[in-house]
């Protein structure tokens, strides 16, 4: 079993096997879910993935007695990217859907297989399409629960209902989107839509994926960037550096945090030409180029193997050995901190972007204090915060690098605020609580 505290505002990527499953944490009031890949198996005792529906209901906000997703957001409708949305539906209100095309023009082509959970998530958005569109006629704003923001072009939009919606729950490459459920968040969150593009819209699944690029901000001025590309492989993700670096914004490329596209897939930075096997340098070198900070790439997947049999990919050991000559450090969710008993991957933010928090042995000692029977963590426990702003200070000094505020002094402020210089615990604080 896993078990977590979601940070004030960052990041988290759960251990879910292969397949992504990303918390973005933009305030006490706002949590954005990328893509779900809950695992059945995870209600096995000896499970070692996350549930990450119930651990979502564990520690999310409440809105009207129900905990509250503000988005959930799919990159594409692939069943490691949307299998427990039914259930999440069911557990969770959620203000508002993210969604390509593709999904709608998956229920065109005859032979196109969809899952059980991407059938249930485009019946949804058809029918958030539908609530909005009435909402706009009687000259209203849609709830939240019917909202629905349509992610990229179709050269066949015209023939399907979403092409009637307003402006406002269109968006398209190049577009920054900082409102969330009906809500202006741009002091805190942005995202920046790199993809799909529009001459991608007929390709296959993995190659229509939504990318972006997030942004939190923090009070102090300080700012985390994490570079989320879905399923791409070499030619989109090539596209989209070109595109941003010949139009003068390689702001919008910049990242601490890179989910290695794919799981760490090898095409990534390998083709094939001519029946051999290419590595393609010129991505890797703009990956680079625009790491900041302390760069982590987190690969969301099953641990690695000793080695790769022909076809096993992903995750492949030649990305993650191209990863790791580009960054400062490659974390698995798999493997973080042991693949024997692995936790969620959680990013805060400092005076140089996103920052990994690490708890060692005496904060996961007090994580799994703090846990119930099934080992998920109560949040908000003072001994936890503590633990983890223990922990972050003292990897900082190991990295000979001064914290210089933001969202981890806030968790510092919040441990001092609680319990005073020496005090013992009074009362919980963090994430969830009231």
């Known amino acids: 079993m896993?078990?977590?505290?979601?940070?004030?505002?960052?990041?988290?990527?759960?251990?879910?096997?292969?397949?992504?499953?990303?918390?973005?944490?933009?305030?006490?009031?706002?949590v954005i879910q990328v893509d779900i890949h809950d695992m059945a198996m995870a209600d096995d005792d000896d499970a070692i993935v996350a549930a990450v529906v119930d651990r979502l209901v564990e520690v999310l906000p409440e809105r009207?007695?129900?905990?509250?997703?503000?988005?959930?957001?799919?990159?594409?409708?692939?069943?490691?990217?949307?299998?427990?949305?039914?259930?999440?539906?069911?557990k969770v209100s959620i203000g508002e859907l993210w969604a390509t095309p593709r999904l709608w023009r998956e229920?065109?082509?005859?032979?196109?297989?969809?899952?059980?959970?991407?059938?249930?998530?485009?019946?949804?958005?058809?029918?958030?399409?539908?609530?909005?569109?009435?909402?706009?006629?009687?000259?209203?704003?849609?709830?939240?629960?019917?909202?629905?923001?349509?992610?990229?072009?179709?050269?066949?939009?015209?023939?399907?209902?979403?092409?009637?919606?307003?402006?406002?729950?269109?968006?398209?490459?190049?577009?920054?989107?900082?409102?969330?459920?009906?809500?202006?968040?741009?002091?805190?969150?942005?995202?920046?839509?790199?993809?799909?593009?529009?001459?991608d819209c007929a390709a296959e699944r993995n190659d229509t994926s939504l990318a972006i690029q997030v942004t939190l901000k923090t009070e102090e001025g300080n700012e985390g960037h994490a570079l989320l590309l879905g399923d791409l492989a070499y030619e989109t993700i090539t596209k989209i550096f070109d595109y941003s670096e010949d139009n003068d914004r390689p702001e919008r490329l910049a990242w601490e945090v890179l989910l290695a596209p794919h799981h760490c897939s090898k095409k990534v930075m390998y083709v094939t030409e001519d029946g051999t096997e290419i590595l393609k340098q010129d991505l890797l070198d703009k990956l680079e180029r625009h790491a900041t900070g302390l760069a982590t790439v987190v690969v969301s997947s099953d641990e690695f193997p000793e080695s790769n049999k022909t076809g096993d990919n992903p995750p492949h050991l030649l990305a993650q050995a191209r990863y790791e000559e580009i960054a400062d450090s490659l974390v698995c969710t798999g493997e973080h901190p042991d693949a024997d008993a692995p936790r969620p991957v959680v990013f805060g933010i400092d005076g140089d972007g996103?920052?990994?928090?690490?708890?060692?042995?005496?904060?996961?000692?007090?994580?799994?204090?703090s846990a119930d029977s099934r080992g998920a963590l109560v949040a908000g426990g003072v001994g936890v915060l503590a633990a983890l702003a223990a922990t972050y200070i003292a990897n900082r000094r190991r990295r000979q690098t001064k914290p210089q505020g933001g969202g981890l002094e806030e968790v510092r402020r919040a441990v001092t605020t609680a319990r005073g210089d020496e005090a013992a615990p009074q009362q919980p604080v963090g994430f969830g609580q009231s």
């Open 107 to 199: 229920y065109t082509e005859h032979d196109v297989e969809l899952c059980d959970d991407a059938k249930a998530l485009h019946e949804e958005v058809l029918r958030r399409v539908d609530a909005t569109l009435a909402a706009v006629a009687d000259g209203k704003e849609p709830l939240s629960g019917d909202r629905i923001r349509v992610v990229g072009y179709d050269t066949d939009q015209g023939t399907f209902s979403y092409h009637d919606l307003p402006t406002e729950y269109l968006s398209h490459p190049g577009d920054a989107v900082t409102i969330v459920d009906g809500e202006d968040v741009s002091d805190r969150f942005e995202a920046f839509i790199h993809a799909p593009f529009k001459d």
């Open 64 to 90: 009207d007695g129900q905990p509250y997703l503000a988005a959930f957001i799919l990159t594409h409708a692939d069943k490691d990217h949307c299998l427990g949305f039914t259930d999440l539906l069911d």
């Open 354 to 369: 996103f920052a990994l928090l690490e708890l060692e042995e005496e904060a996961a000692e007090a994580v799994t204090k």
């Open 2 to 30: 896993t078990s977590t505290q979601l940070p004030a505002r960052g990041l988290v990527f759960w251990p879910v096997g292969t397949g992504d499953s990303t918390t973005i944490v933009i305030d006490d009031d706002h």
